[in-house]
């Protein structure tokens, strides 16, 4: 049984992790709340976008729009990661490198094999889980974009991802981010950015297409309304992603709150052990000192 000094220090400490713990959780409560809001009325909106987009798939002629919507041999590939930059979240972090292996050791083995296959961090978490990985190409250029996030900042990526994509530096752009659905739950997600395809999901629906009318006239609307869309949904994942590494994090502060909780009732227990064993001992050496004195 551990000395009454060392189960002293472990209560203390562990009563200093569970102050932390409790911190952190209220810390992550708070920015939820906001990072909720932004992605909840983020939503409606990225979501009427694509619908549109998915509806005019079909009848772009203009060559430059083409490209979005044009279906390539796939040779190159991009990922975009969407992660964190602090840990102490769960499984988070670690579900957005899993996602990412399945795919290297499934649909795109072969473009993993060759070296064609180029992952953008957007933070370093994903960086840190994917690193040791051989073949693979890394594009770091935007891993601190949660450091400062908002839309210009998120959409500055994006078209530089339309750029690349343009150039014929990729044939298919690949996003996986945690989609926020409640502070306990997250879903990983990989969605198709590029090339654009028509929404299967449509045609369940009661309007499976829909006629616009554009003015001034489409092609200068649609030369707007494509990459805004594109850069849109960039934008609600990093949102999404946002919401829910504060929902993992406040949620994985609140199990190891309770932990030490439970771990504090042993050491305590354990410590009253250790005081009444020494005060037995101490009993035990006065009487067995008064019978010598006595004999």
Not at 61 to 74: C, I, K
Not at 106 to 113: C, F, I, L
Not at 129 to 141: P, S, V
Request: net charge neutral.
């Amino acid at each position: 049984m551990a000395n009454l000094k060392e189960v002293r220090i472990r209560i203390s400490s562990t009563i200093s992790t569970q102050q932390i713990t409790k911190a952190m959780k209220l810390v992550s409560a708070t920015k939820l709340r906001r990072a909720t809001m932004a992605v909840t009325q983020m939503r409606p909106y990225a979501e009427k976008l694509q619908e549109i987009l998915s509806n005019l798939s079909d009848s772009i002629d203009d060559e430059q729009l083409s490209a979005y919507f044009e279906l390539r041999d796939t040779q190159r590939v991009l990922f975009v990661a969407v992660s964190s930059d602090r840990g102490l979240c769960g499984a988070f972090n670690a579900n957005i490198g899993k996602k990412v292996k399945s795919l290297i050791a499934g649909p795109y083995k072969s473009q993993y094999e060759k070296g064609n296959v180029t992952i953008m961090h957007l933070g370093k978490k994903s960086y840190e889980a994917l690193r040791k990985l051989e073949t693979l190409q890394f594009d770091k250029e935007h891993i601190a974009i949660f450091q400062d996030l908002n839309a210009d900042n998120v959409f500055e990526v994006g078209q530089s991802i339309l750029d690349q994509y343009k150039n014929g530096d990729f044939d298919k752009v690949v996003l996986i981010y945690n989609r926020f659905i409640n502070a306990a739950t997250q879903e990983v997600m990989a969605e198709n950015l590029l090339p654009v395809t028509p929404d299967t999901s449509l045609e369940n629906k009661s309007t499976q297409k829909n006629d616009y009318i554009f003015e001034p006239n489409k092609v200068d609307i649609l030369h707007d309304l494509v990459p805004r869309s594109l850069k849109t949904q960039l934008y609600k994942a990093t949102l999404d992603s946002w919401a829910s590494e504060h929902g993992a994090r406040m949620v994985a502060m609140d199990s190891a709150t309770e932990n030490a909780g439970e771990l504090l009732k042993s050491l305590k227990v354990e410590y009253n052990k250790a005081r009444q064993a020494a005060i037995t001992n101490e009993i035990s050496e006065i009487v067995g000192g008064a019978a010598a004195l006595e004999g």
